[in-house]
Structure formats: C-alpha cells, structure tokens
C-alpha cells in the first residue's frame, strides 16, 4: 500500500462502496487520510433536564412512559410524538419521517437521548435526538467521536474502519521533514498528527496534530508561489495597448459617478495595460462595490485597440448574468464591444459556431466558464484575461487560459476580503487595488445575531417578506441528515420549510453534490422568481445577483468565519428595497457571541476580516470554516495567520539557501507530493 494507492486496496472498501467514496470525491489513500473530521462529538455523561442549557446538546436518561407513542401524519410527514420526564422538568420529542422508532422503542424501558435541547412555545422540545440503549450509550461515555462528511450509505464508523487500516499497513515511519525542522517550529510527526486527528485520545492533543498538517500544507503553497513568481515577473507584452477616448466617454456617459476607489483602481489598470510587460493585478473588493465596471472598462480599452479580451466566471448563472450586462451596456452606450457567450450548455452547433467567430477575430469580448480554456478555444489576438471570484479557478485553469495569447495582460477580481498582511504573503505576485468604499446610494443592510428561539418569529418576518413580493435564501452547514447531529442540513429544513409555509411560498434547496446542470437551473429559476425561499449551503456564496431576494437567514451561524458569513450577505442587498440578514447562533459562547455580534456592528468586510483574524486562534479547531475562500483543506488563514508567516519565511530561507538539499533533504519528495495537494485557487 502507498500513499497513491486506489482505495480498494483498503480492507472492507469494494465496487460497491468505492462509490460512496467517490462521491467525496476520495479516490487514493492520501485523499482519505488527508478527509479529515469536520468536528468531533464528546459523548458526555445524561444529567437531569434542568441542568443543561438551552440551545446546545444534552444527554437525558428516561424511561418511556408506559402508553402508546402517537405516531400522525402533517401533510407528506409522519411525526412520532411523544413526552419523557424525570424529577426536574418534562421534555417533548419529535422525530420526522421515522416511523419504525414506534416499534423500536419498548414503552417502559429506559433509554438514552442526545440531541439539542430548546424551549418553543414556553415548552421544552428535543428534534430527532439520537437514542441509546444505556448499555451502548456506556462504551460511548466520555470519548471523541470524529464526525466526517458524509454521503448516504456511508457512515463515520466505516471512515474510521478504512483510516486504522490505513495506518496499520502504510509505511509513515519515514518522516518527510528533518529533524532540526520538527525541533525548530515544534512539530509532531505526520503518523502522530493523523492517528490524533482520526482517533483522538483527548481534545487538548488536536491543536498539536493540526498544526503539523496546517504548516506542511502552508509550507508546500509558500514554496510553490514563490517558484512561479520568479517564473511569472515581468512577462514581456507588446504592442503596447494605446489610450483610447471610449473609456473616458462611457465613463461620462454613465448615470453615476465612480467613487474614489474605483477612480483609483482604474486608473492602475490603464497604466498597466499600456505599459510593455503583462499585468497581474487582483481587484480586491466587498460584494457591490463596483468590481465588473472596472472589468467592462479594461475590455473595452482591449477592444478599442482591436484585441479581444476574455471573462471567466466560475458558474454558468455568473457568465450569463456578465454576458447580458456586457451585452445591455454595449448597446445602450454604442460601444465597440461585440461580445460572445461560451458555457458548456450550448448545442454542439452552436459552439462550432463560437469557436470560428472567436479564431477570426469576428468577436472581441467572450464571456464564459471553463469552458474557454478548452483545446478547441483558439483566440484570435487574446490581450487581456479576467477572472470573476478569482479563489474558485486553479492556477492551471488561469495558465491555460492565459497561454491562448502570449503573455496576455491578468486581472483578478476577488470579493474575499483579506487583511493586507495575508494579502501580501497569498497574492504576492500580483499588484493589489482595493476597492474600499460603497457606491452613493446603497441601502446597509440590518443584521440581528439571535439564538434558535427566535426562529418562530423569523418565519413570520420570510412570511411578510414574501407577501411583498420578495425572496428568501435560508443557509444550513450541512447537506443532509447524519453529518454532524447538531446541526441543521438543508434537505430536512427544506421539509421543514415546506411543511411550515405549505401553499404560501415556494420552497427548493439547494446544494454543492447535485449535477451543475441542475444546480444552474435552480438558480436560475430563483432569479427568475419561480423560487419564493432558497434553502441552501454555501454554494450560493457565488451566485447570481437577485436583486428581489431581501432576507438572508443562516443556521448555525457560529459554524462559519466571518469573512464567509460577510461574503453569504452579499447575497442580498442589491435592490432598492431594504434587506436584511438573521444569524442564527446556535452555541451561546462568550467568545462565539463576541465573534458574531461584529457582524451586527459592521458591514465592512475588511474591518470585519481583520477583527476575525485578532479574536480567533488555533483553538478553534475545525468548528470554524472558511470554507471555498481560499485553497487550503486544513489551514485557515485567519486563525493560522502566525503559521502562514512561519511558513511564508522558512520558503524564502529555503529558497534562498545556497544549498536547499542540504537544508530540506527531501525537499523535492516534499514538493512533489503535498504541492500536488495545493490548490492553487487564489493566485
């Protein structure tokens, strides 16, 4: 067995089951290794009722009363319903489409029930708890359970199964980095981080076993960057792109002014584009502060000059939405723009169609996916590449686009904000502008940070909404049922949903394991209002501009970083009618509630993202993700800000090194195997 070795040589994994795994996208040893927890489950000890807060998870150890559990139907439903008691107070649970619990549960026998216990209605109310026999629930008491990701028909326990055969038979003992490294910055070794990690002894031992993987991780970026800088700096452009006067008549021509950031930012753009080397220059800006405008004034000048430039957006819904906005203003304003769209959905036809009008040059601005960047794409005179949300496309992706011309001048655009000092270090090849101001007119929109009791009322505020006219998105942290029991999962609070509002909204959900095809109908559909409330995950966190979507509503809001929750209310907000986002914060901690409350206090994204990195630290272990920002598995760049630098400087040190092999004497194995691991989404 090897670290590249298919999965089905691990005992117990067969035709069947490897795709379960396949579906996480897990097909080699190292990728399961490497499927880390997204958390992990202490099985404390059942307390009386009324020792447990509300709010968070309890452990209750009842008898069944000894009558009939009511099982009924609530329109496509079947709830069993039923009330147990101890000494201090009287909790009522309701479990959704189980029905066979019924004859499971023996009235009269003693059970055990894990769940989050909450007050509705002046009532305690537990929701499809887990439920034990004491007996099991003995072997559990006082261990860590890790809780992976998961798809239907795989379970945590057989994760867990496939990992301790891993250990057991992969050959580990011959650790990658020198020892004088593991002393300098206090690291474990790989075997001990993983064994940590997938069979914790304790929780004080997890900080130790991430870090390891977090400064190998940060380690191999460091190093892979600054290899490409020194490949990338001062690419040779020419012609030079020459000043036109048809940036400067749109500009007049538009019914508002730019704000001063902008000003400034186009500005640095218009230097670089005519200067004689190829620019690299990220945009970097909140959701609505005025991005794409700059982009259409940078293709505009390409086009001017006769060159084509092109816009990559990562899902089709965006390339669209750009394409038709490209498209509206070029006729409104008589530009010489004639733009093209390329996504995978047009008909065979209709791309060969494409392709010749982009090869002879009878197209000057083409707006798409992926799709650009495929062998049948041949650019006439490619000048300029854009990328929208940059942190989604790989660097080889960006490369195979930007190799359709030669040299051709890059723009990135990111709405990810991130403090300077990160931004240095992450995008340090490419020349920053920061677009830190809001255009005139923008409505701020009203946030509330609450705790789950509020969650009747919310649902009466989606309801008025609604009755306006207006839309909803609702966001969980987890797909389905079974992930992490805490936490809400889209498909069951989109029954939930439907079942509450019944025939007054439209309810769908929405998430990141569909088919794209059917992910960008739905959110097609959406903007098109055949959707009244969007149940969602994060995949929305780059979607469409819905301007009629008003309330943005986020479950477990202490689940995410804030630079994500930031980017998730961006969503709405760009209409005329006030907006306004509910973050449902379902653990009542200090530092969690300190976290969230910034949220209320700011809608500036760069103050909210350098406030994050000051309150959170390496203790925050995986309950914190900022998930699809930027490319890391394990490290996250606001809570590993110190490790980033570490690792930032010991790749300059190497590098540097008269002697790298002397220094890291498996440096190339290094870089061969973990930069193979690096996704290089935000260069």
Not at 148 to 156: A, F, V
Not at 210 to 231: D, H, N, Q, S, T
Not at 360 to 369: D, F, H, P, Q, S
Not at 545 to 573: I, K, S
């Amino acid at each position: 067995m090897y670290w590249d070795s298919d999965l089905r040589e691990v005992k117990g994994i067969g035709d069947k089951t490897i795709r379960l795994f396949h579906r996480l996208d897990l097909y080699t040893i190292r990728d399961l290794l490497y499927y880390l927890p997204k958390g992990y489950e202490s099985f404390e000890k059942p307390q009386p009722v009324d020792t447990w807060e509300r709010g968070r998870m309890a452990v209750l150890q009842v008898r069944l009363p000894f009558q009939n559990l009511e099982l009924r139907k609530a329109g496509r439903y079947t709830l069993l319903h039923f009330f147990v008691q101890d000494p201090s107070a009287r909790v009522e649970i309701t479990y959704f489409n189980m029905p066979f619990l019924k004859n499971t549960l023996k009235c009269g026998n003693e059970y055990i029930f894990r769940g989050k216990l909450e007050e509705k209605r002046g009532r305690l109310v537990m929701e499809q708890p887990k439920c034990y026999r004491p007996e099991e629930y003995e072997k559990l008491l006082d261990t860590l359970q890790p809780v992976y990701g998961l798809t239907k028909g795989l379970s945590s326990a057989f994760i867990q199964k496939a990992i301790k055969d891993i250990l057991q038979r992969l050959p580990l003992e011959e650790e990658i980095f020198p020892a004088h490294l593991l002393e300098r910055y206090q690291l474990c070794s790989a075997r001990e981080a993983f064994s940590i990690l997938h069979f914790p002894p304790s929780s004080e031992l997890l900080p130790k076993a991430r870090r390891r993987l977090v400064f190998e991780e940060f380690l191999a970026f460091c190093l892979e960057m600054k290899i490409r800088k020194e490949e990338e700096v001062n690419l040779p452009f020419s012609p030079p792109l020459l000043p036109v006067a048809d940036t400067t008549r749109l500009l007049e021509q538009l019914p508002y002014r730019l704000t001063p950031a902008q000003q400034r930012a186009w500005q640095q753009i218009e230097e670089d584009l005519q200067r004689n080397a190829a620019m690299n220059r990220m945009v970097q800006g909140d959701v609505g502060s005025g991005k794409t405008i700059l982009a259409i004034l940078a293709l505009l000048l390409c086009a001017a000059n006769g060159r084509q430039g092109a816009f990559m957006a990562p899902t089709e819904v965006l390339a669209r939405q750009h394409y038709e906005a490209i498209k509206e203003m070029s006729e409104r304003y008589k530009l010489c723009i004639s733009p093209l769209l390329l996504v995978g959905s047009l008909t065979a036809g209709q791309k060969r169609m494409a392709y010749e009008e982009i090869a002879e040059g009878k197209v000057n601005v083409i707006v798409g996916t992926h799709a650009l960047i495929q062998d049948k794409v041949n650019f006439h005179n490619l000048a300029l590449v854009i990328t929208d949300e940059q942190h989604r496309f790989g660097v080889r992706q960006r490369i195979c686009l930007q190799e359709k011309g030669k040299n051709t001048h890059i723009l990135v655009m990111s709405a990810t904000p991130i403090p300077r000092t990160l931004a240095i270090i992450l995008f340090g090849d490419l020349h920053l502008s920061v677009l830190d101001e809001m255009p005139v007119g923008r409505l701020p929109i009203k946030n509330c940070v609450v705790d789950p009791s509020y969650r009747p009322k919310a649902y009466q505020f989606m309801e008025k909404e609604i009755q306006k006219g207006h839309q909803v998105y609702c966001i969980c942290p987890m797909v389905e049922e079974g992930e992490m029991e805490q936490l809400e999962n889209v498909v069951t609070y989109h029954e939930k949903l439907t079942a509450y509002f019944g025939a007054k909204a439209r309810v769908t959900f929405l998430h990141g394991r569909m088919k794209p095809a059917v992910k960008n109908q739905i959110m097609e559909d959406f903007g098109a209002h055949k959707i009244d409330i969007l149940v969602s995950t994060t995949v929305i966190e780059v979607g469409i501009n819905v301007p009629n979507a008003t309330v943005m509503l986020v479950e477990n809001a202490e689940r995410f970083g804030l630079a994500q929750l930031h980017q998730l209310r961006g969503r709405v907000g760009r209409g005329k009618e006030q907006s306004y986002c509910i973050f449902i914060n379902g653990n009542q901690n200090q530092s969690t509630s300190k976290r969230l409350e910034l949220l209320n206090r700011s809608n500036d994204g760069f103050y909210l993202a350098s406030e994050d990195m000051k309150l959170r630290g390496p203790g925050d272990i995986f309950g914190i993700r900022q998930s699809g920002e930027l490319p890391f598995v394990v490290g996250d760049v606001y809570a590993d800000a110190g490790v980033l630098t570490e690792t930032a400087a010991l790749a300059e040190e190497i590098l540097q090194s008269h002697e790298p092999q002397r220094m890291f004497p498996k440096l190339e194995q290094f870089r061969a195997s973990q930069g193979a691991r690096v996704d290089f989404r935000s260069i």
